[in-house]
Structure formats: C-alpha cells, structure tokens
C-alpha cells in the first residue's frame, strides 16, 4: 500500500521485513507452496519498487529469485513467469543488456504461446521491438512492433495495441532524429 501511496520509503522498509518474516517461516515450514508463492510474489512486488528507484541490477537479481521460486511452486509454464520475465527483460534494457533483455522477452513469448496468451505475446513483441530500438536494429525493430499490432488488432488487444503504438512511435522519433542529423 505504501508503494501504491507514493511512500516508497516506507514501502522500502515494509518489503524489506516482510521478506524476512517469510524466510523464516519458509525455514520452519520450506514445503508450504503458499508461503513460497507469497515470497516470491514480494520479491517480484520489490524488485518493482527499485525499478522505480533506478537500482536495476538489484531489481533484476530480486526478479530472478522471483522467477525461479514460482517455478518451484507452479512449474515452468504459468502467467507469473511470463510477467516476471518481461520485468527481467525491462531491467536487464535499463542495464544496457540487450542480448540478455532479446533472450528473456524469447522465453516469455515461449512460455505466453504455450499458455495461449495472446495478450501477453502482444505486449512481449512490442516491447522486443523496443528492445532491438535500442540496439539500432530499426527493421528488426520495425518488423516487430508491426507483427505486436497487428495481433493487437487481430484479438481485440488494447493493451498490446497501445504498446506497439508506442513502439512504432518510438521508431518514427528515431527516423526522423536520425533524418534531422
């Protein structure tokens, strides 16, 4: 709530002691798969909050943890690793890790097709757009954002068409930046 209310201070401290509280009773009681899905939703919940702060390398390693605790508990293929795994990719971008952000946003799309979401593999191309943006990949970019649309479009996908609005917004700045040189 602290973090929702713009206390990220307070928030700070309140993940911070419910994420030791949880150790320890995962210590206690290490099969509990509900006090393992709480762990690592807390830490996915933390890692956005040091998104917000700019600690993106402290963000992606709370991810990680994040990802690889609810694979324990559910199994590879669930929608908490799909989203988990975009928010890996987004810090490892904020890193400048592009190889790394293209390789976790493939895994996600991976796992969104198998789980049949095509909400998510909307969003997940688009933001793979931006990704090869980044690297100065503009047809690769281009190609992406375009395919993002046009599932958005195909399914009714506000969500993944506004992303790939974006993006190919973000590709026309580039252009013409590049244009205006």
């Known amino acids: 709530m ?33 006090i393992q899905e709480l762990y690592g939703l807390t830490k996915n919940w933390f890692g956005q909050l040091l998104m917000k702060q700019g600690n993106y390398s402290e963000a992606r390693k709370l991810f990680k943890e994040a990802y690889d605790t609810l694979v324990d508990v559910y199994g590879t293929v669930n929608e908490a690793s799909v989203t988990i795994l975009n928010n ?5 971008v904020n890193l400048e890790k592009y190889a790394e952000a293209r390789e976790t946003l493939m895994l ?36 992406a954002c375009r395919l993002a649309w ?15 609005e974006y993006c190919l917004n973000e590709i026309k700045t580039t252009l013409n930046g590049e244009k205006g040189q």
Do not use: C
């Not at 191309?125 to 503009?138: I, S, T």
């Open 2 to 34: 602290a973090q929702l209310q713009g206390d990220l201070e307070k928030s700070f401290q309140g993940f911070t002691w419910t994420l030791q509280q949880l150790a320890k009773l995962l210590e206690k009681i290490p099969e509990d798969k509900d």
């Open 150 to 164: 046009k599932m958005g479009k195909q399914h009714g996908n506000p969500d993944a068409l506004e992303q790939a």
């Open 88 to 92: 890996i990719s987004v810090a490892y």
């Open 108 to 143: 996600a799309m991976d796992l969104a097709k198998e789980l049949k979401d095509v909400t998510q593999e909307g969003i997940l191309q688009a933001n793979l757009g931006l990704v090869y943006l980044r690297e100065g990949l503009l047809k690769q970019a281009e190609n």
